[in-house]
């Protein structure tokens, strides 16, 4: 099994930084893809970013030059650093696991952008 624990979220008020942080523990494999997904209130999840234990990213157009994704894949966290803070980023932020077809989820950390 794996687990994940997201941290970091919080109120900050626009143009505002956060550092959201995704520990994985258990059966965790070498190659995977960790990533940061958000659900605003009556919206879908929503990609946020992704990063394969190779190395490489992928970002929504809306976040690309104001987030940034990394990890430490000694340590199994990826990390979300996240610059220019907007209302409409306002969600709960979700990570996510994927590795040999299997998705996992942490349980979400909400963050709040005032105007």
């Known amino acids: 099994q794996v687990q994940l624990v997201e941290s970091g979220g919080g109120l900050v008020q626009a143009g505002g930084s956060l550092r959201l942080s995704c520990a994985a523990s258990?059966?965790?494999?070498?190659?995977?893809?960790m990533g940061w997904y958000r659900q605003a209130p009556g919206k879908q999840r929503e990609l946020v970013a992704t990063?394969?234990?190779?190395?490489?990213?992928n970002y929504a157009g809306s976040v690309k030059g104001r987030f940034t994704i990394s990890r430490d894949n000694a340590e199994n966290t990826v990390y979300l650093q996240m610059n220019s803070l907007k209302p409409e980023d306002t969600a709960v932020y979700y990570c996510?696991?994927?590795?040999?077809?299997?998705?996992?989820w942490g349980k979400g950390t909400l963050v709040t952008v005032s105007s």
């Open positions: 990063i394969h234990s190779g190395g490489s990213t």
């Open positions: 996510k696991l994927t590795q040999s077809g299997f998705n996992y």
């Open positions: 258990g059966n965790i494999f070498s190659i995977n893809v």
